[in-house]
T-cell receptor
Framework: DAGVTQSPTHLIKTRGQHVTLRCSPI?????VSWYQQVLGQGPQFIFQ???????GRGNFPDRFSARQFPNYSSELNVNALLLGDSALYLC??????????FGPGTRLTVT | GEDVEQSLFLSVREGDSSVINCTYT??????LYWYKQEPGAGLQLLTY???NMDMKQDQRLTVLLNKKDKHLSLRIADTQTGDSAIYFC????????????WGAGTKLIIKP
């Protein structure tokens, strides 16, 4: 069975640009969460979606937005990129609320 | 992850047991997790424990939970070179709206 997939694997953007990151959950999983992991730190929660509805939002500015599609895949959008947005962006899917399975992440570098 | 604390490094000899410790602050936490992250990779769920349990064992992994002291530990028996990774402790709080709160991770170093 395929695990959580994310695209792209790596991305380099310039300050002020916009980026869209994509995630496909494990088949049968209806919940997707997004996390930001800065080098040397644990992940920070950004969003959680269940059945296309936002169920949770972390302490991130409005430049960060997300959505979930009818097939349960998800996009994370970040506008007006800052150098501090450089990080590994992780997507996790879950069937049961207490289990989250992570994808390999998208490494975003902002220059 | 400032509310979940872990030591940054642990060094053990191959074949010995590794014990990775974590302290958390919220007594309402419902589930506590251990994840493993290898270089350049995502996070692998190793095991989790519900807050009404004291211990959980899964092959070489043993999780101990002390709710009174808000202390969680992960013991890896017969540590192998493939266990080299960063190990993250995370908690799910009752009021957290599904999000996980993470520690900064413990880097496990295996000496031959």
């Amino acid at each position: 069975d395929a695990g959580v997939t994310q695209s792209p694997t790596h991305l380099i953007k310039t300050r002020g640009q916009h980026v869209t990151l994509r995630c496909s959950p494990i088949s049968g999983h209806k919940s997707v969460s997004w996390y930001q992991q800065v080098l040397g730190q644990g992940p920070q929660f950004i969003f959680q979606y269940y059945e296309k509805e936002e169920r949770g939002r972390g302490n991130f500015p409005d430049r960060f937005s997300a959505r979930q599609f009818p097939n349960y895949s998800s996009e994370l959008n970040v506008n007006a990129l800052l150098l501090g947005d450089s990080a590994l962006y992780l997507c996790a899917s879950s069937f049961q609320v207490y289990e989250q399975y992570f994808g390999p992440g998208t490494r975003l570098t902002v220059t | 992850g400032e509310d979940v604390e872990q030591s940054l490094f642990l060094s053990v000899r191959e074949g010995d047991s590794s014990v990775i410790n974590c302290t958390y602050t919220d007594s309402s936490s419902t589930y506590l997790y251990w994840y493993k992250q290898e270089p350049g990779a995502g996070l692998q769920l190793l095991t989790y424990i519900f807050s009404n349990m004291d211990m959980k064992q899964d092959q070489r992994l043993t999780v101990l939970l002390n709710k009174k002291d808000k202390h969680l530990s992960l013991r890896i028996a017969d540590t192998q070179t493939g266990d080299s990774a960063i190990y993250f402790c995370a908690e799910r709080r009752m009021d957290s709206n599904y999000q996980l709160i993470w520690g900064a991770g413990t880097k496990l170093i295996i000496k031959p």
